[in-house]
């Protein structure tokens, strides 16, 4: 993770942080950008990190896409720009480490949509969310794939339609985000979140996250066929049996 041009990344035992550092370009989401985050996220995945925290610096979490990339551009290049995108976005629910963005001040756009790909966020008081394309002459198309994801068709389309911003509150009651807590408990409350996130098997934890969100797009039907096939096959693996074993024996479980 050396030369690092975007970020900045900071390893303390099991746990990586990862923040954006471009607070003099409100930490948009141009290409570089992205790329860089995808590529320091693959790398962090291939490791024995146990979990990541998305942060960022400056007076906005993430101003969402940068329109530089965009202004006068062909559709090919365009499209590139949401092709980079898709790949960082979906790159987070696909490292088998627990990813929680930690979330200080506005959110928005590519920015929202971000804090949506995580797989658990923590917000300041002072943060705020929106997706405001409603407002403007480009629709929050992509960003909306992650938000409606979260916190379901009708309050997703007021963020989009009417391109508002919600406070930290409102947020954490529609369930884009998973608490919010005083500016200056942010710290402590990520941590602890991810201390309860990452104890146990990490190994189970991986296959948990990677069967929820292949899971969660299916109907009931095959999902459950899904889950159960997984499952099955997990409860045989080593963690499942010492995990058992602990239980039965009133001890606690050793993991490897």
């Known amino acids: 993770m050396d030369d690092l041009q ?95 963005a930690k979330v200080h001040a506005l959110a928005t756009a590519a920015g929202c949509q971000l804090v949506a790909s995580c797989d658990l966020a923590v917000a300041a008081e002072s943060a705020s969310f929106a997706t405001p394309g409603g407002k403007g002459g480009l629709f929050c198309h992509t960003p909306m794939v992650a938000v409606a994801r979260n916190i379901g068709r009708k309050r997703a389309l007021e963020l989009a339609l009417t391109g508002d ?13 998973n608490k919010v807590v005083p500016d200056d408990e942010l710290d402590a409350a990520v941590d602890d979140l991810m201390r309860r996130a990452t104890r146990g098997s990490a190994a189970s934890k991986a296959l948990g996250k990677r069967t929820f969100y292949a899971q969660i797009e299916l109907d009931q039907r095959q999902a459950y066929e899904y889950a159960t096939h997984v499952m099955a096959a997990a409860a045989t693996t080593a963690d499942a049996q010492e995990g058992i074993s602990a239980f039965l024996e009133k001890r606690k479980p050793r993991f490897g």
């Open 6 to 100: 975007h970020l900045v990344v900071k390893r303390e035992d099991d746990i990586v942080t990862v923040t954006l550092n471009r607070p003099e370009k409100r930490n948009a989401l141009a290409v570089p950008v992205m790329e860089e985050l995808t590529a320091v996220l693959e790398e962090i995945g291939r490791s024995d990190a146990k979990g990541v925290i998305l942060a960022a610096n400056g007076p906005v979490f993430s101003a969402g896409h940068n329109f530089a990339d965009m202004a006068g551009a062909t559709y090919d290049e365009t499209r590139h720009v949401f092709d980079v995108c898709t790949r960082m976005m979906t790159t987070i629910q696909q490292i088998p480490q627990v990813v929680i």
């Open 165 to 177: 911003p919600i406070d930290a509150r409102t947020a954490a009651e529609w369930g884009l985000i």
